[in-house]
């Protein structure tokens, strides 16, 4: 006896539904995009616009006579690579550094339920909660005491502290999403303690090692008043702090050279994520499945 | 490559990066019995930051045994960064500034006392109010060198074409002259009631410095002394200028209610392209419409009107200041140095970098800056009139500033309160301020 499958169509009605609904998510990715890339656009735009062009009561988004003039008078003005070399060596290592204290740090807090790591976690939400302006004073005189003012290093030590928090927040929950019953099959299986963490642990973490990588990094490239304080030398201020060199008393800048600077400030934070994004998800089932 | 190759490859590079960040740790050059200076600059424009370097050079050549360090800063923030510096104990040995900061920082003790220790030839040649701007308690805490006072940015053939008479500073308008120039600029060829070109955009961004400055120009003061302590006035002679402002938005329609919430820079597009006669902008301003203002655009460059006789041209400035750390070493040498920036000769060359005037009265001199071109003529002739601004050495100004005068000015301008409610806040809450800092 053969049996004909059968096969159920959705009603046109349903489909049309299904196509406006597509078409709909379809078109609110399209208005995020632009919302997102706007900034970015608008900042391209008026790096390459003359002065004239800038003060135009008509502002168009493709220049009309396209100038890498504020490229060159930004480059001039400012020492935009070493200041960049600056900020990527400062923003790299307090990522890399907080990312590595936070692992182990958020494994304990949620593995090894006690007091200290109840403490703890409370202790992480509450130095959240300082201002700025309260810790840069003392931060600056127990700085001064390590000698670590104007110094590079003595900037990364402040970003570990600031990002360390946050960054341990976000690990938590990561490691709370990790099946506790994978570590005990491969406790099972004689695997130690050390090697659970680097082989099973480990794997699953690397989106929220990522995100937090990324977070991490990002705050450091960006951040402004600590390295404005802490940094002295000319040769060691970082991007952020060179920016504001553009600007002059009462919110005056010199917008060309400011767009073209800031436009290739942002190309180290945008590289990062384009490396790193597909690693947002490529562990997602690291170490959890065999092959 | 494998994934733990790749992890490996990622791993020393981030090793590579760390040992390369602390390899560039700080510690300044040796020491070979040289005096190093750390000069704090907040120049920012191309010319005025190769003008500083260059006079740092300068000095630098002519005083081996004296080295000054150029260090960049930047406006933004500046109270913020010095404090810390201040309170750290690490403080650059020269500071630049404006007057309106010097009151707190002299106050909290950080500003050496440069009295004594500048040559009488300077202090004979900077007048006796700009001195005041930065004396306080007896003391003198920073150098007058630069300052900028507002000045009518206006276009040519617009005010050609209204017929109004042409103001020099010996012959200014008086306020209602400069309300009737508004009205003849003012145009509104469709009669709609809404004009394609207004006379004036006031840009009130940051209303509260130039209402205050220009109060001067009508024998106001705004801020007195009685009895010792600040007392903040609002009455007829210290708001005619802010009450013809609003007058011109919303009853005379001949300034544009639309720039009310622009700052001066914003302004620039619509006086380029017709829609705005006459900007009262800061004198520095000049450099932005020099340098965008289309081919064939013609500008002039007027003095802000008079009160009257008795007030000439009067308005407050706040200088911008060297300053000498009380913290530093060495501060007969800063002083020295900053004897050497603001001598007239450098002075001019600063002033032509920043496109503001000197507070020098030889450098005012200076043919280099006597040139009609960009206005400069204009300013070096109104010098002798400007002001201390009646805010400067008042403490507690910044907060009054922040919580009460700016909302109410621009609540005031907006036409969302009138005269005596802006007087009430003015004067009650904002008193109620003061008196915190003077108990």
């Known amino acids: ?291 | 490559m494998s994934a733990a190759g790749r992890a490996r490859a990622l791993g020393a590079a981030l090793a590579l990066t760390l040992l390369g960040a602390v390899g560039c740790s700080g510690g300044g050059g040796g020491d070979d019995g040289r005096i190093t200076l750390d000069f704090l600059s907040l120049a920012w424009q191309a010319e005025s930051v190769e003008a500083n370097k260059a006079l740092v050079e300068e000095w630098n050549a002519a005083n081996p045994d004296v080295h000054v360090r150029y260090v960049q800063g930047s406006w933004d923030n500046i109270h913020d960064h010095l404090l810390t510096s201040f309170e750290g104990g690490e403080a650059p040995d020269i500071i630049h500034n404006d007057a309106s900061d010097l009151t707190d920082f002299a106050n909290g003790g950080y500003l050496a006392d440069l009295t004594g220790l500048l040559p009488e030839e300077l202090r004979a040649d900077v007048p006796e109010a700009a001195w005041s701007t930065t004396e306080y308690d007896g003391g003198i805490y920073g150098v007058p060198f630069l300052q900028e006072p507002r000045v009518l940015v206006v276009n040519s053939a617009l005010l050609e074409e209204s017929g109004a008479r042409v103001p020099t500073p010996e012959d200014p308008w008086s306020w209602e002259e400069f309300e009737a120039a508004s009205a003849a600029m003012t145009r509104d060829s469709d009669g709609d009631g809404e004009a394609e070109t207004y006379g004036v955009a006031w840009s009130m961004k940051e209303p509260v410095t130039q209402t205050v400055n220009l109060a001067l120009s009508t024998g106001g003061e705004v801020f007195t002394r009685e009895d010792g302590k600040n007392v903040v006035r609002y009455d007829a002679a210290d708001s005619s200028v802010a009450a013809l402002i609003n007058r011109q938005v919303h009853e005379d329609g001949t300034a544009a209610a639309s720039s009310l919430g622009m700052s001066g820079s914003d302004t620039l597009p619509g006086f380029y392209d017709g829609r705005y006669a006459m900007l009262p902008l800061n004198f520095s301003f000049r450099q932005q419409v020099a340098q965008q203002a289309p081919d064939g655009f013609d500008w002039t460059v007027l003095p802000m009107p008079s009160g009257g006789e008795e007030h000439g041209l009067a308005q407050g400035v706040a200088p911008q200041t060297l300053s000498v750390a009380e913290e530093s070493d060495h501060q007969q040498a800063a002083a020295d140095f900053v004897s050497f920036v603001t001598e007239p000769a450098h002075q001019v060359d600063l002033a032509l970098g920043d496109w503001m005037l000197p507070t020098s009265e030889r450098a005012l001199a200076d043919p280099a800056l006597a040139t009609e071109e960009y206005g400069w003529r204009t300013g070096t002739r109104i010098a002798d009139e400007l002001r201390p601004s009646p805010v400067l050495g008042v403490r507690g100004y910044p907060e009054w500033k922040d919580k009460i005068a700016t909302p109410a000015l621009q609540e005031y301008y907006s036409g969302a309160i009138d005269l005596d409610k802006l007087r009430g806040k003015l004067t009650g809450d904002g008193q109620r301020i003061l008196d915190r800092y003077q108990r």
Request: aromatic letters at 10%; proline letters at 7%.
């Open chain 1, 1 to 291: 006896m053969t049996t004909t499958p059968h096969v159920s169509r959705p009603p046109t009605r349903r489909r049309l539904a299904r196509g406006a609904g597509r078409a709909g998510q379809y078109l609110a990715l399209v208005c995020y995009l632009v919302f997102l890339g706007f900034p970015l656009v608008w900042l391209l735009s008026t790096a390459l616009k003359s002065p004239q062009e800038l003060g135009s009561i008509d502002p168009t988004w493709i220049p009309e006579h396209p100038t890498l003039e504020n490229f060159r008078a930004a480059f001039d003005a400012q020492p935009l690579l070493r200041s960049a070399l600056n900020s990527a060596l400062v923003a790299t290592s307090s990522a890399v550094i907080a990312v590595a204290i936070a692992v182990p740090a958020a494994y304990v807090m949620v593995r090894y339920r006690s007091r200290i790591s109840q403490a703890g976690t409370v202790w992480v939400l509450v130095s959240q909660m300082f201002p700025f302006v309260l810790v840069i004073i003392p931060l600056f005189l127990v700085l001064r005491n390590l000698h670590l003012i104007n110094s590079l290093p003595g900037l990364v030590v402040v970003y570990v502290v600031w990002n360390l928090p946050f960054s341990l927040w976000m690990l938590r929950g990561y490691v709370q999403a990790v099946p506790l019953s994978l570590e005990e099959a491969a406790a099972m299986d004689g695997a130690s303690r050390l090697r659970t963490l680097t082989h099973v642990v480990l794997p699953l973490l690397t989106p929220g090692l990522v995100a937090t990588l990324m977070f991490s990094f990002v705050t450091a490239w960006n951040e402004f008043f600590f390295a404005l304080v802490l940094l002295k030398s000319p040769e060691k201020q970082t991007m952020s702090v060179i920016l504001t060199h553009f600007i002059g008393a009462e919110g005056v800048a010199d917008l060309g050279p400011l767009a073209a600077a800031a436009l290739l400030a942002t190309l180290p934070s945008l590289l990062f994520f384009a490396l790193l994004q597909r690693r947002l998800v490529s562990g997602m089932l690291a170490g959890a499945v065999k092959a």
